[in-house]
């Protein structure tokens, strides 16, 4: 009913940037909320970033100043531009989507396969 597509992972080298991209389709009525988490090897799963439907944001400490998370509402798609990356970034980044379909009253969590994110020389 609902897909999350995550694309702009891959190998950059340390102070460098990416771009991810996320896109929900499907059968939505309403998003609250979009967000992106990391997991990195031996690690649980962490959040970097969240924007509610209103705009708000709030980041990881450790990405404060680094990462940009923004929305096209239209398009029902989430972005996290990364820059100054660093070897600790390094993670498997997963897209979240906090919404409500079009048969249900009540929202609930749905997930992106995961984009690989390499940062190292």
């Known amino acids: 009913q609902v897909q999350l597509v995550e694309s702009g992972g891959g190998l950059v080298q340390p102070g460098g940037s990416l771009r991810l991209t996320c896109a929900a389709s499907?059968?939505?009525?309403?998003?609250?909320?979009m967000a992106w988490y990391r997991q990195a090897p031996g690690k649980q799963r962490e959040l970097v970033a969240r924007?509610?439907?209103?705009?708000?944001?709030n980041y990881a400490d450790s990405v404060k100043g680094r990462f940009t998370i923004s929305r096209d509402n239209a398009k029902n798609t989430v972005y996290l531009q990364m820059n100054s990356l660093k070897p600790e970034d390094t993670a498997v980044y997963y897209c979240?989507?906090?919404?409500?379909?079009?048969?249900?009253?009540?929202?609930?969590?749905?997930w992106g396969q995961g984009t690989q994110v390499t940062v190292s020389s």
């Open positions: 499907g059968s939505i009525k309403r998003i609250n909320a």
């Open positions: 979240n989507a906090y919404l409500v379909i079009d048969v249900a009253l009540l929202p609930r969590d749905y």
């Open positions: 924007i509610i439907s209103g705009g708000s944001t």
